[in-house]
């Protein structure tokens, strides 16, 4: 699948050598990592390793300071531009836990989004049209539209309705962090389904961060990074997963404390 | 328990129609205490009539409309003034409205009365609706224009009877404007209230509640947009002294801009004879800038044991910065993500407005405020 001798035709998201803080406790220390169109990256690590630093440190969460480092998306400094200049340039994260906005639908959540997305207002039949299949293909009941995100979701429908947003938003590479976290065994085959959607085209990459090789059977990762005390220790295949869902992360939890 | 040693309410007991009994407030009294006394331009202390503020009223044809005397029986049946201001109001006035809607009756579109202030001197008012047993109305205040401007506003609301107000203070930047607005709710009526406070230098509105029967139902909504330099206080007082009443409060404020200062006092008392009551008020404001200031003080007095249900909840802060962050992660513009989140914290509320045109009109306003 990442033939690298070929001319890719999609994007590329590069990490190099990023360190972030939460206050003045250094939490990355040195991550590097390259994210190609046609790829899937798969990052396991234990609790409190930095894998949601990461995601939310590259989507420009104002809680995490970068120290130094550089992120680009297609060559351009994604650390120099605001959160939402960063998901126009195409980039996309879904959370590990998404935030309930209080008296915003769903519905004219998604419209808005969608509008600043592809700078114009989408046609309303087009939209409501594309929002229905998006929905059908998550089994999200259609009542969820008029209702306040997030707000009152179960975990496993928050998480639909991330992968609901990635589908309609079009992003060139999107870091998922825990989405297959708190879903049953429907809902996982359903949400792979639509990452799996997502990676169709071969023209967009994936960071896919769990604990857990189930979702990696139904999305295939590329590469297995593990992730230990703030960096990546060490990376293989998918072979690599297994391992680590045998015999845990005390060997790299060990080695780099 | 006999009526000697029945417990007082500390809250509100002081009541009259002769504006001698209040002494001028110093702003030290607990009831001034939030407010400029200096910014009040002497309503609070004897200033006399010298403008005017014009009152028009668009009637369903169900209701009828009189402007009456001083002499006029009906007034002040309902609400005896509770403060200085409001005793001066009632001292002061010239001509009052009264709307009647007769028994039973049902008006068949809302009835706008639109106060117009002049621009020049001190104004005072007053106005009784009066809503005779099973009638129903909507009523719309709507206030405009730059004034100097007390006034006190009976709700008289009969048995089974339904009323709805909408009072929309949307005053020219210069306006003071003091108000009391006091319901009176005989056995089983309605009466829902829903203020929108926006314009104006000064205003400060005293919505209250009194029960005249059991079974009574009474809902208080409010809606506040705070600018620089502006101070807009609501003061509300639900009184329970009938069994098996309910009030439900919800004021919610945005404030942006320096000396922005909302002030919100919400009192509910529940006396020894109001069992059964169901009662719940909430304030919340939005900071939206540095140098705003909300002040919010929740009193429940509860004197009762046999309550069906007593909450109330205060928060003022700023724009939640994970809301913020999630919109602008799906590419949305800071500015849009500002507009959509503040909407939001209004649009519970908004919903409540039933009237379509009028529930444009306030989205519009508020919508206006934002773009400032
Ligand atoms: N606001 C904060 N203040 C202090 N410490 C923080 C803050 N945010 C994160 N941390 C710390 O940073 C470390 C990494 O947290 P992070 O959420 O990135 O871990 P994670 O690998 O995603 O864990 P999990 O698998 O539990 O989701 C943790 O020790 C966490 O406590
Ligand atoms: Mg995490």
């Known amino acids: 699948m990442s033939d690298v001798s070929r001319v890719p035709s999609g994007s590329t998201l590069e990490i190099h050598d990023l360190h972030v803080a939460v206050g003045d406790k250094e939490i990355l ?116 539209a008029q209702r306040n995100l997030n707000e009152g979701f179960s975990g496993g429908e928050k998480k639909r309705h991330e992968i609901l947003q990635l589908e309609l938003l079009k992003p060139k590479i999107a870091v998922l962090d825990e989405t297959d976290s708190g879903l049953d065994v429907d809902a996982l085959r359903v949400v792979s389904e639509g990452i799996n959607r997502f990676r169709s085209s071969g023209e967009t990459g994936v960071l896919l961060i769990t604990h857990y090789t189930r979702i990696l059977r139904y999305v295939k990762p590329d590469f297995v990074h593990v992730f230990a005390a703030g960096r990546i220790v060490e990376q293989g295949g998918p072979e690599l997963a297994d391992k680590l869902e045998a015999e845990g992360y005390e060997a790299y939890t060990k080695a780099s404390a | 328990m006999g009526l000697e040693t029945k417990p007082l309410s500390t809250l509100h007991e002081k009541a009259s129609y002769n504006v001698e009994d209040f002494a001028v407030p110093t702003g030290r009294e607990e009831e001034w205490r939030f407010t400029p006394l200096s910014r009040l331009k002497g309503l609070h202390s004897g200033a006399a009539t010298s403008g005017s503020v014009a009152v ?57 009365i639109t106060f117009t202030g002049s621009g020049e001197g001190h104004a005072y008012g007053h ?67 829903f203020v929108v406070t926006l314009g104006g230098d000064l205003v400060r509105l005293s919505p209250s509640v009194s029960y005249a029967g059991p079974g009574g139902d009474a809902e208080l909504i409010g809606l506040y947009f705070v600018d620089a330099g502006q ?119 908004l919903e409540k407005i039933e009237l379509p045109e009028l529930r444009e009109r306030v989205l519009a306003k508020v919508e206006a405020e934002l773009e400032k």
């Open chain 1, 29 to 144: 220390r040195g991550v590097n990592l390259t994210v190609k169109a046609g790829e899937t990256h798969a990052i396991m690590g234990p609790n409190g390793s930095g894998k949601s630093t990461l995601a939310y440190a590259i989507a420009g969460h104002p809680k995490y300071t970068i120290t130094s480092g550089r992120v680009l998306l297609d060559g351009a400094d994604l650390l120099e531009m605001t959160v939402d200049e960063r998901a126009r340039a195409g980039l996309f994260l879904a959370m590990q836990y998404p935030v309930e906005v209080p008296g915003v639908s769903v519905s004219n959540f998604l419209r808005t989004a969608v509008t600043s997305m592809r700078g114009e207002a989408p046609k309303l039949r087009q939209f409501a049209k594309d929002l229905k299949t998006g929905m059908d293909a998550l089994s999200i009941d259609a009542a969820f």
């Open chain 2, 127 to 193: 106005t009784v609706v009066k809503l005779e047993p099973m009638a129903e109305a909507v009523v719309v205040l709507d206030h405009q224009g730059s004034a100097v401007y007390a006034d006190n506003v009976e709700f008289v609301v009969g048995e089974g009877a339904t009323l709805k107000v909408v009072s929309l203070q949307d005053w020219a930047d210069d306006t003071v404007h003091v108000s009391h607005h006091h319901a009176q709710l005989a056995k089983d009526a309605t009466f829902r209230s």
């Open chain 2, 231 to 349: 101070h807009l206080e609501h003061r509300l007082l639900v009184d329970h002294s009938q069994p098996n009443c309910k009030s439900n409060v919800a004021y919610k404020g945005a404030l942006q801009g320096q000396d922005a200062h909302a002030v919100w006092i919400g009192d509910v008392i529940i006396r020894v004879e109001a069992e059964g009551t169901d009662t719940y008020e909430l304030n919340r404001n939005l900071l939206l800038t540095d140098g705003a200031r909300a002040d919010s003080v929740p009193n429940l007095e509860i004197l009762t044991g046999e309550v069906a249900g007593a909450g109330h909840a205060s928060a003022s802060g700023r724009l939640d910065d994970e809301h913020i962050f999630y919109l602008q992660a799906r590419g949305i513009p800071f500015e849009d993500a500002r507009r959509l989140v503040i909407r939001g914290f209004f649009a519970q509320l």
């Open chain 2, 56 to 112: 028009h009223v668009d009637a369903a044809p169900e209701v009828t409309v009189e402007t009456v005397g001083r002499d006029d029986q009906r007034l002040g049946k309902a609400y005896v003034p509770a403060d200085r201001v409001s005793a001066q109001a009632y001292a002061a006035f010239e001509k009052a409205t009264v709307l009647t809607v007769a028994r039973e009756v049902v008006a068949s579109k809302p009835t706008v």
